[in-house]
């Protein structure tokens, strides 16, 4: 046995250190595995459709099979993937019906959201959102769809929760997984992000004036301009017979 003599510095350093508790730790790996996953699927790195080869999966998310199986069961709950008779798992494909729901249901409940924000919000939160706006328009400008996809949704984020609803933020969340999807999935085509830009602008000048109704009707108008060309891009790639 070694003395305490024999012990360096790091070794009497890390003794000290709590160690996680392997139930956490195997939490913590499950929990990011999924959000690693989840991301590939929503920024279309994997594509509606695709098989799921898990030694691949393994080799790019740096985890052994068991958590990527376990992601996988978690995915196909949430119905981003969707599993096959022989057991194997592919990308869901974007559905028409569910996006037409979803355009009622957001643009419902972000039109709520921005008309009590307008309400309620003091100049220096609206400020904030101002900065998020920015910071969108400097990715746009860098064609950065990763970095102008995470401002976005944290613009549209502060906006429910200025609104002081805690119930139409828990509802928001639920629904963001497909959401998430759709918005990025709608932002692919260059003109359209464009035009996203020209409504986030309109709707922080509304939020800015306080005008309460105005801010509602933006944030309608910009969930259904979105999800909208999203769904029409869809049916027209339906319509068209498959190339021989």
Request: neutral net charge; glycine residues 6%.
């Amino acid at each position: 046995m070694d003395s305490p003599a024999d012990t360096t510095p790091l070794a009497a350093f890390l003794a000290q250190v709590p160690q996680p508790e392997p139930g956490r730790r195997k939490g913590a790996l499950h929990g990011s595995t999924v959000a690693k996953l989840r991301n590939l699927i929503v920024t279309g790195a994997l594509a509606p459709g695709a098989k799921l080869n898990e030694r691949e999966l393994c080799l790019q998310l740096g985890v052994s099979r068991t958590p990527v199986r376990e992601a996988i069961k978690t995915l196909t709950q949430d119905g981003l993937l969707r599993a096959l008779p022989n057991k194997s798992s592919i990308v869901a494909e974007l559905d028409v019906g569910e996006i037409e729901a979803l355009i009622d249901v957001v643009s419902t409940i972000e039109g709520l959201a921005g008309e009590l924000a307008a309400a309620r919000a003091t100049d220096e939160a609206v400020a904030e959102i101002g900065m998020l706006h920015y910071r969108m328009m400097l990715h746009h400008t860098r064609d950065e769809l990763p970095g102008y996809f995470e401002a976005n949704k944290a613009f549209h984020r502060r906006i429910i929760e200025l609104s002081g609803n805690p119930v139409l933020l828990w509802v928001w969340e639920l629904l963001a997984l497909r959401v998430d999807r759709a918005r990025y999935s709608s932002n692919l085509w260059p003109k359209r992000w464009k035009m996203a830009i020209q409504e986030h602008e309109q709707i922080l000048a509304a939020l800015t004036a306080g005008d309460a109704a105005l801010a509602s009707q933006r944030l309608r108008e910009h969930v259904r301009n979105g999800l909208s060309g999203l769904v029409a891009a869809l049916k027209d790639k339906a319509a068209k017979p498959d190339s021989a």
